[in-house]
């Protein structure tokens, strides 16, 4: 839908509902997309929280370019809080521990930067909300975090050219079917590896990544955790983060369904492994690259400290994956390792090119595996690599 022309003319009892709301008669233009049945403008925080407290489903709050807007503002079930059409707007975060903005079931956020929050910069609470040209930078928890306990099949969360950067976690879903399309999550720092994660899926999270980069995280890129959890990541880049590329935990799918596919995308400068999985099976790699991992000296279960950097590493029983022409080249240590997997690995076509260390795919533990690679693209070491492989700690968000 095109770009709305509203003229804002309001009768006394609308002026008095909503002083500080930008009772003008100027000509206010909402942004594409959003199908309004009242809209106000609200000129600063206060006038915010009233706007958003008095309307209801359909209607839309829009902000003011030239206005700062501070404090922790929920936006109801069915309301549209945006930027005029052609501007971007700013709210900061209020109270430490509490969201700059919260999104109830069926609300849209379009066209705002949210700096600076407290605690998560933007709360998604219910099974669908849409979120669109927005960037969160510089929450003192997860940028955004979706929740959703009850009907979480019943719609979707929607990203669309979303930013999340430089805060403690990028994005956090619990629950929620979410699709991500575009957009970046990076540059996130915390003490805790799991927190500065660029993405976490958990209990029952079904996430779809199309053309996101995740990169330069001090954690993990992609944490996919759970038995009910699965995650589509297609198109992807995925990035010098400090920890695990993509990191599967207990995940339950087949090859046939799949808990995590990864499709044509770039997994490559990742720290330690770039795609792992530990007790867990059913994960499809078709197409891309998973390259240049970096070694990080690590203590194994070897009891030792060994230099570890692995194109693909499956850990503790995880079966059921199929590597099908994606190339593994230039990681650090092996192309791939498979560590106490018995049944159901399959490598076919693409390109398995040792590394400095000559190592390609390594299968070990795992006495009489049914692991499908061609000899060529085996290597059998003098002696056992060494293993890390945690059970990565899932940090509380909402």
């Excluded at 008095?54 to 404090?71: M, N």
């Excluded at 209020?94 to 910069?121: H, I, M, R, T, Y």
């Excluded at 330690?272 to 390259?291: K, T, Y």
Aim: net charge negative; charged share 20%; glycine share 14%.
């Amino acid at each position: 839908m095109g770009v709305q022309m509203i003229r804002l003319r309001y009768s006394l009892l609308t002026v008095l509902a909503l002083a500080g709301c930008g009772n003008d008669d100027r000509d206010v233009q909402t942004p594409a997309g959003l199908d309004c049945t009242v809209t106000s403008v609200a000129a600063d925080s206060d006038g915010l929280s009233r706007a958003l407290a008095s309307t209801d489903t359909g209607g839309c709050v829009l902000l003011a370019q030239t206005a700062t807007y501070v404090g922790t503002f929920e936006v109801r079930a069915g309301v549209s809080l945006a930027a005029e059409a052609g501007t971007r707007a700013t709210l900061r975060g209020g109270s430490a521990g509490f969201p700059v903005v919260k999104l109830n079931e069926g609300a849209q956020l379009v066209g705002v930067d949210v700096l600076e929050a407290g605690g998560v910069g933007v709360a998604v609470y219910g099974s669908k909300a849409t979120v669109r040209d927005v960037k969160v930078s510089g929450a003192k928890s997860a940028a955004l975090a979706v929740l959703c306990k009850d009907g979480c099949d019943a719609g979707t969360v929607s990203l669309t050219d979303v930013v999340l950067e430089k805060s403690q976690l990028g994005l956090w879903v619990s629950g929620a079917r979410l699709s991500m399309k575009g957009g970046q999550s990076s540059g996130h720092e915390s003490t805790s590896l799991s927190s500065a994660a660029g993405i976490i899926g958990q209990d029952g999270a079904k996430l779809d990544l199309d053309g996101v980069t995740v990169e330069k995280n001090m954690g993990v890129g992609v944490l996919v955790d759970g038995a009910a959890t699965s995650a589509s990541i297609k198109n992807a880049t995925i990035s010098e983060n400090a920890e695990r590329g993509v990191w599967a935990q207990r995940i339950a799918g087949t090859i046939d369904a799949p808990a995590l596919r990864i499709e044509a995308s770039q997994v490559t400068k990742n720290r330690i492994v770039g795609v792992g999985a530990l007790e867990s099976r059913g994960i499809i790699i078709v197409g891309g690259r998973v390259g240049d991992t970096v070694a990080a000296p690590l203590v194994t279960n070897l009891a030792s400290t060994e230099m570890v950097g692995d194109g693909i590493g499956l850990f503790s029983g995880s079966t059921d994956f199929k590597l099908e022409s994606t190339a593994l080249e230039a990681n650090a240590r092996a192309a791939g390792l498979v560590d106490g997997s018995e049944r159901g690995i399959i490598i076919v076509g693409g390109k398995i090119a040792a590394g400095a260390s000559g190592l390609k795919f390594v299968v070990q533990n795992s006495t009489g595996a049914d692991v499908q690679i061609s000899e060529t693209d085996r290597t059998m070491p003098a002696k056992a690599l060494g293993v890390s492989a945690p059970k990565l700690a899932l940090p509380p968000v909402l």
